[in-house]
Nanobody, 121 residues
Framework: QVKLVESGGGSVQAGGSLRLSCAASGYTSRCMGWFRQAPGKEREGVAVINTSSGSTVYADPVKGRFTISQDNALNTLYLQMNSLKPEDTAMYYC????????????????WGQGTQVTVSS
């Protein structure tokens, strides 16, 4: 089973940027992704990437502001977040799966422990 460890969260003012990292160990999954969960809300998909083809899918609220990428040599997943908004405040989770890439969180079974992102207005 793959082990996932996130880092890079923090507090930032609206309009600022953060880059999240997810170090994966074990083996390279077919798909990796970023999800987030705000207090009182369900976990939602943010962005996913096919680790073989590099194809990506983004949730509408983050399109044009967030970029998911990978460094295969380091087995690390990234999420570059620009133009952050207060509504981006959430716990961000890295996930991995060997099935098809989906933004639906219930399909995913391998999760990291999460990293908190807080955006103030």
């Amino acid at each position: 089973q793959v082990k996932l460890v996130e880092s890079g969260g923090g507090s930032v003012q609206a309009g600022g940027s953060l880059r999240l990292s997810c170090a994966a160990s074990g083996y390279t999954s077919r798909c990796m992704g970023w999800f987030r969960q705000a207090p009182g809300k369900e976990r939602e998909g943010v962005a996913v990437i096919n680790t073989s083809s590099g194809s990506t899918v983004y949730a509408d609220p983050v399109k044009g502001r967030f970029t998911i990428s990978q460094d295969n040599a380091l087995n690390t997943l990234y999420l570059q977040m620009n133009s952050l908004k207060p509504e981006d405040t959430a716990m961000y989770y890295c996930a991995a799966r060997d099935g098809f890439c989906s933004l639906v969180s219930s399909y995913w079974r391998n999760w990291g422990q999460g990293t908190q992102v807080t955006v103030s207005s």
